[in-house]
C-alpha cells in the first residue's frame, strides 16, 4: 500500500488563501517548491520598491488647494491604504497609474482607451470607491480590503487590460 503525502508548502498556501483575494495564481502555487527561497524573496523585495517608487507622487499633493482650485489633500492613510492594495494585487495583471485626485482621494487608474478606464480610488478611511467604463456601460461600487481585493474589482481590471 502506498501513502501519499501532500507537500506542506503547498497545502498550507492553497488553504490559507481567501476566495476574495488576490493571492498566487494555482500556477504559481505549484511552482513554489521549484524556486530557491532567496530568488522568491529578492523578486518580492524589487516588486515591493516598484510599488513604492510608484506611490511617491509630489509633496504637494498632501497639502490643501494643491490644483490651485480647492483640492483636497491627501491623507497619508490613503497610501498605506493604496500601498496594502498592490501589495496584494496580483503579478498577473498590469500595474496602474497612480493619480491624485482633487475631491482627496488616491487614485490607481487602469486606462485603455476613453471606453474602458478603471479606478480604484482611496480615501483613507478603509473603503475602495471604484468606478470605470466598459464600453457604455459605467461600473462603479464601494468594498472593503477586509480580506483581501475583491474578485469583483479584479474581475473588472482584467476586463479593461484584456
Same mark, same amino acid.
Given at each position: 500500500? =502506498?501513502?501519499?503525502?501532500?507537500?506542506?508548502?503547498?497545502?498550507?498556501?492553497?488553504? %490559507?488563501? =481567501?476566495?476574495?483575494?488576490? /493571492?498566487? /495564481?494555482?500556477?504559481?502555487?505549484?511552482?513554489?517548491?521549484?524556486?530557491?527561497?532567496?530568488?522568491?524573496?529578492?523578486?518580492?523585495?524589487?516588486?515591493?520598491?516598484? +510599488?513604492?517608487?510608484?506611490?511617491?507622487?509630489?509633496?504637494?499633493?498632501?497639502? =490643501?488647494?494643491?490644483?490651485?482650485?480647492?483640492?483636497?489633500?491627501?491623507?497619508?492613510?490613503?497610501?498605506?491604504?493604496?500601498?496594502?492594495?498592490?501589495?496584494?494585487?496580483? %503579478? %498577473?495583471?498590469?500595474?496602474?497609474?497612480?493619480?491624485?485626485?482633487?475631491?482627496?482621494?488616491?487614485?490607481?487608474?487602469?486606462?485603455?482607451?476613453?471606453?474602458?478606464?478603471?479606478?480604484?480610488?482611496?480615501? /483613507?478611511?478603509?473603503?475602495?470607491?471604484?468606478?470605470?467604463?466598459?464600453?457604455? %456601460?459605467?461600473?462603479?461600487?464601494?468594498?472593503?480590503?477586509?480580506?483581501?481585493?475583491?474578485?469583483?474589482?479584479?474581475?473588472?481590471?482584467?476586463? +479593461?487590460?484584456?
Amino acid at each position: 500500500m =502506498s501513502t501519499l503525502v501532500a507537500d506542506p508548502v503547498l497545502a498550507y498556501d492553497i488553504f %490559507t488563501a =481567501s476566495s476574495r483575494t488576490s /493571492g498566487a /495564481g494555482l500556477y504559481d502555487l505549484l511552482l513554489a517548491g521549484r524556486v530557491p527561497h532567496s530568488e522568491l524573496l529578492a523578486s518580492e523585495q524589487v516588486r515591493r520598491d516598484d +510599488i513604492d517608487a510608484r506611490l511617491e507622487l509630489d509633496p504637494r499633493y498632501r497639502e =490643501s488647494n494643491w490644483n490651485g482650485e480647492g483640492a483636497a489633500p491627501i491623507p497619508n492613510l490613503a497610501f498605506e491604504e493604496a500601498r496594502a492594495f498592490l501589495y496584494k494585487f496580483p %503579478t %498577473t495583471l498590469p500595474m496602474p497609474d497612480v493619480i491624485a485626485e482633487p475631491d482627496g482621494y488616491l487614485g490607481l487608474e487602469w486606462y485603455r482607451n476613453r471606453r474602458l478606464l478603471y479606478v480604484v480610488s482611496f480615501n /483613507g478611511q478603509g473603503a475602495l470607491s471604484c468606478s470605470g467604463l466598459i464600453g457604455q %456601460t459605467k461600473v462603479y461600487g464601494t468594498y472593503y480590503l477586509d480580506d483581501g481585493i475583491p474578485t469583483e474589482v479584479l474581475r473588472t481590471i482584467a476586463r +479593461i487590460v484584456q
